[in-house]
């Protein structure tokens, strides 16, 4: 009788047989130049605008084969790349922007000067450009302040002036008291409810005829016991025309004080409102 293991010997063989016909060989790939994988990548960086990741791969590249002229065209490209970012930095007004972009075309195509000569000249006009708006702005500012300190000097002057008129008009007012003046009138109409005077020298800043005028304002006021209602433009001009008139009521009357009301109108001329008590 045959034994086991003669029986199965065929079958085992047939089996392995089988096994191998059916596995699928295995294809032959060639191996990648790591320089043709990097060109791709060059190639996908300049097509996504990565110019430092291209100008890296490029570097890379001329390291490992400084000779290969198929760099020269990448070189070109990645110059051409950085003019046209340059460009439009320099159109969006980066021009520190441009001016890199440009270095760095110059350094690609060092022996290509004219390649470059445009966006040069155009970077060199829009700074002088931005220098003259700079001075023109320098100057405009140092106008407004030189404009802003003279207005200020004759505030000063003005306040000084009318201080000084003050100061002599209280001391007169101590030194020479006028005895009362007669009732008769001498600018308002008594049987009136109210009388306006009006105060143009205040607009003209004509102090010496503002001071004459108050002169027969105060003899109103005192003979006819009026209040005062001072209507002027500038809240400065109140105390003003107040203290010329208190100075001259005090020197008639030492004893009378009189009612003053301030009224702002910029737009009306200024004037005096005199109402006698009734």
């Given amino acids: 009788m045959m034994s086991f293991a003669s029986r199965c010997l065929p079958v085992l063989v047939f089996s392995l047989l089988l096994s191998a016909c059916q596995t699928a060989p295995v294809p032959y790939q060639a ?46 490209q990645l110059a051409d790349a950085y003019m046209a970012q340059g460009t439009a930095a320099l159109q969006g007004g980066n021009l520190d922007k441009a001016t890199q972009s440009l270095a760095k075309a110059r350094s690609l195509m060092p022996h290509a000067p004219a390649l470059t000569s445009g966006l040069d000249d155009a970077i060199a006009n829009a700074r002088r450009r931005q220098i003259d708006r700079a001075e023109r702005q320098r100057q405009q500012a140092s106008a407004e302040e030189a404009e802003r ?55 003209s800043q004509d102090n010496d005829a503002l001071r ?34 208190s100075a001259r009521v005090k020197r008639l009357d030492p004893g009378f004080s009189p009612s003053m009301i301030q009224s702002l109108k910029p737009d009306q001329p200024p004037r005096l409102v005199l109402t006698p008590a009734r």
């Fill in 212 to 245: 004459n005028l108050m002169d027969y304002v105060a003899r109103d006021v005192v003979a006819y016991n009026c209040s005062v209602r001072i209507e002027v433009r500038q809240a400065k001009d109140f105390p003003w025309v107040a203290a010329l008139l």
């Fill in 149 to 203: 300190q003279e207005q200020l000097r004759q505030q000063q002057l003005l306040a000084a002036r009318q201080a000084a008129g003050l100061q002599a008009e209280q001391a007169a007012a101590t030194r020479t008291p006028v005895a009362r003046q007669p009732q008769r009138a001498q600018l308002i109409d008594p049987r009136a409810a109210s009388s306006v005077i009006n105060l143009p020298m205040l607009d």
């Fill in 31 to 76: 191996p990648v130049d790591e320089s043709i994988a990097t060109m791709r990548l060059l190639d996908q960086d300049l097509a996504a605008g990565r110019l430092d990741q291209a100008e890296e791969r490029l570097n890379t590249l001329q390291q490992r084969n400084s000779t290969d002229t198929r760099l020269e065209s990448y070189q070109r």
